[in-house]
T-cell receptor, first 112, second 111 residues
Framework: NAGVTQTPKFQVLKTGQSMTLQCAQDMNHEYMSWYRQDPGMGLRLIHYSVGAGITDQGEVPNGYNVSRSTTEDFPLRLLSAAPSQTSVYFC???????????FGPGTRLTVT | TQLLEQSPQFLSIQEGENLTVYCNSSSVFSSLQWYRQEPGEGPVLLVTVVTGGEVKKLKRLTFQFGDARKDSSLHITAAQPGDTGLYLCAGAMDSNYQLIWGAGTKLIIKP
């Protein structure tokens, strides 16, 4: 099993550009989520999904969109990148919101 | 609002020393998870504590959940350079069905 995979590993964007961060899992987990990690602030939940076709907002959803067309994939779209979105982004999957989270290796995004 | 406070934020000690890091809250959690994150990687679960007063051991790491299920501690005995990393705690709240994350303790063990 590959677990949770994320692409790309690194990305540099200019302000106003859009892009999609890819996330896939092969553990048949219903729950998937996106976090951003900033120094001193821990992990903040952006969006999450409890199953294919079902998504909801987390703590910091502004500027991001998600969709969940399959159990395996949960892409995160940045609509118009801003310097405040410079961060490390982690995708996670789990059997449930409250149980062990399996994280991908992260995407380090810089917006200039 | 930071519901889970981790302390210290940063700790640098010599190999062989003992240390304790803390995860505190005024809220009650149904369970609490501890993760370790190494540079350039995602967090990996170390342990989940569920019962108030519970103590779990993972080799040289001892985890304790407070009696009131509002706080937890991680004690490392005879720290080794391989223990270096960011330690995160996450509390599960049944009331609003979400995980609450602490900001983490960055631990450096010097050889």
């Amino acid at each position: 099993n590959a677990g949770v995979t994320q692409t790309p590993k690194f990305q540099v964007l200019k302000t106003g550009q859009s892009m999609t961060l890819q996330c896939a899992q092969d553990m048949n987990h219903e729950y998937m989520s996106w976090y951003r990690q900033d120094p001193g602030m821990g992990l903040r939940l952006i969006h999450y999904s409890v199953g294919a076709g079902i998504t909801d907002q987390g703590e910091v959803p502004n500027g991001y969109n998600v969709s969940r067309s399959t159990t395996e994939d949960f892409p995160l779209r940045l609509l118009s990148a801003a310097p405040s979105q410079t961060s490390v982004y982690f995708c996670a999957s789990s059997y449930s919101i409250l149980r062990e989270q399996y994280f991908g290796p992260g995407t380090r995004l810089t917006v200039t | 609002t930071q519901l889970l406070e981790q302390s210290p934020q940063f700790l640098s000690i010599q190999e062989g020393e003992n240390l304790t890091v803390y995860c505190n809250s005024s809220s009650v959690f149904s369970s609490l998870q501890w993760y370790r994150q190494e540079p350039g990687e995602g967090p990996v679960l170390l342990v989940t504590v569920v019962t108030g007063g519970e103590v779990k051991k993972l080799k040289r790491l001892t985890f304790q959940f407070g009696d009131a299920r509002k706080d937890s501690s991680l004690h490392i005995t005879a720290a080794q350079p391989g223990d270096t990393g960011l330690y995160l705690c996450a509390g599960a709240m049944d009331s609003n069905y979400q995980l609450i994350w602490g900001a983490g303790t960055k631990l450096i063990i010097k050889p």
